[in-house]
């Protein structure tokens, strides 16, 4: 297929090649996986500024994205792709390949860094998905800032930088130009950015920005980072986002209570108990679903508010496909119990038949859901069964429904059951939103007018 790149495209290619360090917070849909291999490529064969290309991706991606993307493209077929996936046998010999470009997954990062130390072969790294590298203490983050100046070039690669607010952002621009433009230690940024939110005694469990901070972050980083939202580029599906309020009766808001004030409660002659704050939220959590896992391990449940609110959403969808997000395994078991029709994806033949329409309720993960995706052919109405945190997967999530290419406004019924805990992630996960689209809205890409109007890909 021959490649004619919207202006936004060449635009970010072009920042690519100028800037040996950036990150381009490119929304879903923008073509984020062509626009860099088109740099990679001009870079590798027409100014020979690169000889190998590590490409560092979540798994599915790895596995598939990139290679189809080298694939689909014309100008892009001559490029090699090695995949260092599987055993280790196989990564080894993957390794051993004469090619352009060797794709990992994220999980195999510590090993490559360990495989070969100072002896580092990749002069160019691309992180796809930035956000999953937000932790300064894990273990991928550390194994990657070893080798960092080793590496002459650096693109990061996400739509979500600041999943659960500006402190993910230290880690991931660390990467990126080696603390330059927000400093060398996490503990540095903080102490300029941030102040204590919630403390107890020395321990502080939550940091808010300082008067101005947010816009000193983006003052600093917006010379070397491009953002481009995808409302401003694509024509997207209309999107209706419809909260459903679930009651629970009084005798179950009663047990639900006694676990939230107590943090321990016996249902059916089974004991419950939640230790600390978190583990408090993750059972009010699992009950607000409708279940709940006792001390033994066992899933035991609750109601059956939102399973009987779901199959009016179904029985009104009259036959539409519904793509339904759930948490907990326990979740899943009551929901499969239901609906013996739903089916969940396990392989490239159930993605061909939920696009194809065979599949009537598709039964999902979200963090299994995050990336690689494109499901919008198969339908349009999403049910949120039980709500997660992660504003990062909750994007990612609905974004295999409703991105570019989706022929029908698509529909989000977000189940909340009242007086519960669900009204506070959703009030959580819209206050990160906010945090987020002001760092993005502030470093959105200033293409001139003149430039408007490109081609199509």
Known sequence: MKYIPHAYQQYAKDKLIELPEAALFLDLGLGKTVTTLTAIDELMYDRFEVNRVLVIAPKRVAEDTWT??????????????????????????????????????????????????????????????LSSFKSNQAKRFRALKQVRPLIRRF?????????????????????????????????????????PEKSNGYVVYSYAPKPGAEEAIQRKIADICVSMKAEDYLVMPELTVNDIAVKLSTSEMRLYRKLEREKLMEVQGEEITALTAAAVYNKLLQMANGGIYTDAGDALEIHRKKLEVLEEIVDTAAGQPVLVFYNYRHDYTRLAECFPEARTLKNQQDIRDWNEGRIPILLAQPASMGHGLNLQAGGHIIVWYGLNWSLELYQQANARLYRQGQKNGVIIHRLIAKGTVDEDVIRRLESKDQTQESLLQSLKARIREENKGGGKS
């Open 68 to 129: 189809t993307e080298a694939e689909k493209w014309d100008h892009l077929n001559h490029l090699k792709i090695s995949r260092v996936l599987g055993s280790r046998k196989e990564r080894e010999a993957a390794l051993q390949e004469e090619a352009d470009i060797y794709v990992i997954n994220r999980e195999n990062v510590v090993w490559l860094v360990e495989r070969f130390r100072k002896n580092w072969p990749f002069d160019m790294v691309v992180v796809d998905e």
């Open 155 to 195: 693109v990061g690669l996400t739509g979500t930088p600041a999943p659960n607010g500006l402190l993910d952002l230290w880690p991931q621009m660390y990467l990126i130009d080696r603390g330059e433009r927000l400093g060398k230690t996490i503990s540095g940024y903080r102490n300029r950015y941030f102040y």
